[in-house]
């Protein structure tokens, strides 16, 4: 076990925030702008969100203890420790420069590295599907209709985002913390970036458009029949890609393997297996990652082994991390005076 004390965690983290940013300045002709540090209106809600998330564990530790004024216990828990309420929105703000550094990187990826593994991923698709497409199973088994749920399901994990990163930062527990922050990092940066790079891949929604191949045509046709009944967002999602990537603007890049997707739904099942261990959280965290790695395929942004290769790395890095412990540095809260009556 690897312990470290709380400053140094959070100096690690500061330099890990800010490496991916020097690294597409150096080696990937980064502008410079990106480390101005974003404060969009969706970091900076964040940001109050998981202020409000700390407040809110501090009230409840008040109401697990019975103590008789919650809120001069939180004033007093902040005092003693203003870090429960002031490194919450830091961390976010910190997390604000991979985020940034991410979507440049993708975007930078068919420049650097043409798309090139799609066919073998195909191939693979195909062996651990016994010589079928996965598409084409899932499709056959969920229908239309299942394919309108799938894409409603795949769109709500943008909502997951924002809660789980507060979730995370706002723990009082420093070990989780650190491990999950950290974690954000490598699925962001080291998988959605580097590895993406790596592997560089368009996926099957794409796949006519950079390869001349009609593959998977009869895939978008059972999509836009989907469609005709219930517009998909997919659909102009995909044509908004294209467009980005035509035009030369900055947007979400073009990448399939890894799926960032089903390795932030794998990671929330982890963190709601480990800290929660209610029988219905996880279960319903173990069924929304098995939609996304479904939907993942089903709805052509990826292949099956995408999302198997996120879970798998994203699995080992959360085990390594295990292995790393905060120092308890910090004194714990003292004793409340007792009210005088009068």
Known sequence: ??????????????????????IALAFFDGPE??????????????????????????LFEALRAREASPTRYLV???????????????????????????????????????????PLFVMADRWLFL??????????????YGTIFLDKVYIAWFSLIPFLGAAIVASSDRTFQ?????????????????????LSSSGPVFYQEFYGSDYYVPLMTELRRADSISPLAMLPIAD????????????????????????IAYFTYLVVWEKYRKAWAVAAAGCFTLLIWIG??????????????????????????????IKQLEPDIRPLPAVQET
């Open 33 to 58: 702008w990106l480390y101005g540090l974003p404060f969009s209106q969706q970091v900076i809600a964040i940001a109050a969100l998981a202020t409000i998330g700390a407040i809110c564990l501090i």
């Open 1 to 22: 076990m690897l312990r470290i004390s709380y400053p140094v965690a959070l100096g690690l983290v500061a330099f890990l925030a800010l490496l991916p940013t020097g």
């Open 178 to 198: 650190l491990r999950g922050i950290l974690t954000l990092f490598f699925i962001w940066i080291g998988l959605g970036a580097f590895a993406a790079m790596a």
């Open 296 to 325: 993942s395929f089903h709805l052509a942004w990826h292949y099956a082994w995408d999302g198997i290769v996120s879970i798998i790395c994203v699995w080992a890095f959360w085990r390594l991390l295990g292995r790393v412990e």
């Open 76 to 118: 007093a828990r902040v005092q003693e420790r203003p870090s429960l309420v002031l490194t919450p929105p830091g961390l976010i703000l910190l997390a604000a420069y991979p985020s940034s550094a991410f979507s440049y990187l993708k975007d930078a990826i068919p420049k650097y590295v043409p798309f090139y593994s799609d």
């Open 240 to 263: 908004w890609l294209l467009e980005m990537r035509e035009s030369g603007q900055m947007g979400s890049g073009i990448s399939a393997m890894p799926s960032v997707h089903v390795a």
């Open 131 to 144: 010589g079928h497409d996965p598409w084409r199973v899932s499709h056959a088994l969920l229908g239309d």
